[in-house]
């Protein structure tokens, strides 16, 4: 704490993050709990986890339609690959035939390796849901109560 009184104090402050590029990214086979238990960590999603007694769902404003928006343009690569991926999601149970009136436009986003990324465009559906309005603790108020732990447990 004694640094936050000489920045109170109006002392000049400089924060330096260095990294080590060897340790940023590291290879799955380097992470120990993915080292010392990979029959939890599958290569693949074999699909959706089974029904649980909860059902979600997102509520709207009242009064709203549902809201159906055109399918966004596609190149003939991008039309190839959103086909591949349905095909995928659908095969994997992630996905099913839908006949709702709500409907939102796909889009892709190119990664880092040059593969695509399949986006939902649910802005307009965000525009008409009910907003969660419950507050979020401080990161700093709960580091505060952290301070000399050694253990942590998480309780769900």
């Excluded at 709960?142 to 050694?150: A, T």
């Amino acid at each position: 704490m004694e640094v936050r009184r000489l920045m109170l104090e109006r002392y000049e402050a400089y924060l330096a993050h260095v990294i080590d590029a060897d340790k940023v990214n590291p290879m799955l086979e380097e992470i120990p709990v993915v080292r010392d238990f990979p029959e939890v960590f599958p290569d693949d999603l074999p699909g959706l986890p089974p029904h649980r007694e909860v059902d979600f769902m997102i509520e709207t404003l009242p009064g709203v339609a549902p809201i159906s928006i055109a399918p966004y343009r596609m190149a003939p690569v991008e039309l190839q690959e959103l086909k591949k991926q349905i095909e995928e999601l659908l095969d994997k149970g992630f996905i099913r035939p839908s006949t709702s009136t709500w409907g939102a436009p796909v889009l892709f986003v190119k990664k880092k390796d040059g593969s695509m990324r399949l986006c939902v465009d649910y802005r307009q559906l965000n525009r008409v849901t009910v907003k969660n309005k419950y507050q979020l603790p401080r990161i700093d108020d709960l580091l505060d109560q952290f301070k000399g732990l050694q253990h942590f447990q998480r309780s769900i």
